[in-house]
Structures are given as structure tokens and as C-alpha cells.
Nanobody
Framework: QVQLVESGGGLAQPGGSLRLSCAAS????????MGWYRQTPGKQRELVAT???????DIADSVKGRFTISRSNAKNTVYLQMNSLKPEDTAVYYC??????????WGQGTQVTVSS
């Protein structure tokens, strides 16, 4: 089992920045990749960014150039640095991890609101 705890959401102005953190615990040696998804009411959860245990990243086109994903292996933590935020980035952001056995794990979600 893997437990994921997110932090760092909140309110930001358009053009502002926020950094999300996701700390993993439990059977972390089984994790192949971690990342972030987001969801707004009435819409499907969408991929924002992922990073593998080897450091390979995948960023959604909608946030490319503005968001950066990184990880600290020492802290078992993944970060999502969000710059140049737009109102359309408003969503609940979920941390995700997938194990080498293709088990999916989710955090509880953290609200990000971009508004003036």
C-alpha cells in the first residue's frame, strides 16, 4: 500500500504561482511513477504532469511552459511548481502514484483557485 498526502493548494491571482507537494509513504519502493491530475465539476479527471522513478517527465500541453514537475527521492516527495496561473487552472488537484504492478493510488485532493 502507498499513502499520498498533498499540500500547497490555495488561492492565487492570475499570473501568480503556487507549489503543490505530495509526500508518499508505505510501499514506496514499488512506485514506478508519480504525478498530478486535476478535475473540475462535471469534467473528467485530466493528466497534468507525471514523473517516473528514472526522472522522465510528461507534461500536458495545456500547462507546458508554465508548470514543472520534480521529485525528491530523499523525501519521497513530488512537487508541482505552477507559474503564470490562469483562471482555467482552477481545479481540485490530485496526486497519483502507480506501482510496478500497475496499482493506482490517489491522494485526497487539494483545491487550487485562480481568481482576482
Amino acid at each position: 500500500q502507498v499513502q499520498l498526502v498533498e499540500s500547497g493548494g490555495g488561492l492565487a491571482q492570475p499570473g501568480g504561482s503556487l507549489r503543490l507537494s505530495c509526500a508518499a509513504s508505505g510501499s514506496i519502493f514499488n512506485i514506478y511513477a508519480m504525478g498530478w491530475y486535476r478535475q473540475t465539476p462535471g469534467k473528467q479527471r485530466e493528466l497534468v504532469a507525471t514523473i517516473t522513478s528514472g526522472g522522465n517527465t510528461d507534461i500536458a500541453d495545456s500547462v507546458k511552459g508554465r508548470f514543472t514537475i520534480s521529485r525528491s527521492n530523499a523525501k519521497n516527495t513530488v512537487y508541482l511548481q505552477m507559474n503564470s496561473l490562469k483562471p482555467e487552472d482552477t481545479a481540485v488537484y490530485y496526486c497519483h502514484a502507480i506501482s510496478r504492478a500497475h496499482m493506482n493510488y490517489w491522494g485526497q485532493g487539494t483545491q487550487v483557485t485562480v481568481s482576482s
